[in-house]
């Protein structure tokens, strides 16, 4: 085992945030023959291995899921039947709760939320900037506004779904805003800080490799937009934005956005290329990946449920349908999953036409026509032979189902 972590062929699957989470009553199922789990903080270790399969080099597999984060709790691996189902469905609940409240709701939308708020006071509409980060940020604020307290107001969708509740939920979105700064926007940079960019350990990863493939075009439009610009460091309406979003920010308005990390000024236009490219990467790749996918995973209630529950009319470590949520628990976990997941506003980039400067929108619409035309064939193409190769297809990032922007 020590040298496979020295290899770095071992890979954990860990959920600080969760430890010791509160337990809420249980509003949607009050049969006595069931009691509802605690939301566990599991540890799930997974192996990079070699595939007798042609074509499969190495395959990431499960090899051993510890219950909860705690030293003394029970760990089962493939060879323990039915309590290794219940283990992976334990890892389950806990990824989809840990995972829409942190990086969904936390990471992404209110990340971004002082950018596209700022963007507003500080650039003119008629500012190079302004002219396309609006596309990108038009939706981001209606469903922050409404769609919080749908979410994490008592008796609202936390309560209903998740055995931590409203006080959980609300308890991981403060721990998580500290880690909610600049870095996450970098896309490789976090890729490479989790151990996952080696394409020889981990030759199936779509989110990663179709997420750079995105995000390269995303750089290079990038780059030939701005170039239509003067030099950023005499516009003084980029500074007043980058100084009012930062958290290092001063003057009047000065870092009230609040974001850590991202500079108060730049000097050059590489800089803008980047600040720029990662914001758009944030609202389209990154929102893209944890929030349609649930249309797939969490509407189908036994592949991703919400609770888990010991029966009486089940034995100590035996699967079966009554260890699931009810009808009326799974009910609310489709309609809440549809709801986020199925909504799609616009494409990536399909906004030429409406910018006013006629050498910005053939460069937008130029890029446009390069994501329908030529990207997003080559990827429906690896889809076909990710699904021919016996592996899941990732169509959330394809070109056609890539918003703006956050809308759901």
Same mark, same amino acid.
């Given at each position: ?57 190495? #395959? ?93 107001? +008592? ?27 600049? #870095? ?52 003084? +309406? ?5 100084? #009012? ?164």
């Amino acid at each position: 085992m020590v040298i496979a972590i020295n290899q770095g062929v071992i890979y954990a699957l860990r959920y600080e945030l969760c430890d010791d989470m509160m337990r809420s009553l249980d509003l949607t199922d009050r049969d006595s023959r069931r009691t509802m789990w605690n939301f566990l903080s599991p540890i799930a270790l997974f192996a990079s291995v070699a595939s007798a399969k042609v074509g499969r080099n190495n #395959e990431l597999v499960p090899v051993a899921i510890q219950m909860n984060f705690s030293p003394d709790s029970k760990v089962y691996t493939p060879k323990d039947g039915d309590n290794w189902l219940i283990a992976k469905l334990n890892v389950q609940v806990t990824d989809i709760g840990y995972a829409q409240i942190v990086e969904h709701l936390a990471k992404c939308h209110y990340l971004i939320e002082p950018f596209c708020v700022s963007l507003k006071r500080t650039l003119p509409p008629m500012h190079p900037l302004n002219q396309i980060l609006k596309y990108h940020c038009r939706e981001v604020i209606v469903p922050n506004t409404f769609g919080t307290p749908a979410l994490v107001h +008592e008796n609202k969708f936390m309560d209903l779904l998740f055995a931590y509740g409203n006080e959980g939920a609300s308890r991981l979105l403060r721990e998580a805003h500290p880690s909610s700064t600049w #870095e996450t926007t970098d896309f490789r940079g976090n890729i490479k800080k989790r151990g996952l960019a080696d394409k020889r350990l981990l030759p199936y990863f779509p989110y990663r490799d179709d997420g750079i493939r995105i995000l390269k075009v995303i750089e290079r439009m990038v780059k030939t937009y701005v170039k239509l610009d003067k030099d950023v460091e005499d516009d003084v +309406e980029i500074q007043a934005y980058l100084n #009012e979003v930062s958290l290092s920010g001063t003057g009047e308005n000065g870092g009230i956005g609040r974001i850590q990390g991202l500079p108060a000024s730049i000097n050059t236009k590489a800089e803008l290329c980047e600040i720029v490219s990662r914001i758009i990467s944030h609202l389209t790749v990154q929102h893209a990946s944890v929030n349609y996918e649930l249309s797939d995973y969490a509407e189908y209630i036994p592949n991703m449920p919400t609770k888990l529950y010991d029966d009486t009319r089940v034995e100590e470590g035996e699967f079966s349908v009554y260890r699931l949520p009810n009808r009326i628990t799974s009910a609310i976990e489709a309609s809440f999953s549809n709801s986020l997941a199925t909504f799609r506003f616009d494409t990536l980039f399909d906004y030429g036409n409406e910018l006013q400067d006629t050498k910005a929108a053939i460069i937008v619409n130029s890029y446009y026509r390069y994501l329908m035309d030529v990207v997003q064939p080559r990827m429906q193409e690896l889809n076909q032979k990710r699904k021919d190769s016996g592996h899941l297809t990732y169509p959330y990032l394809i070109p056609q189902w890539l918003p703006n922007g956050i809308q759901t």
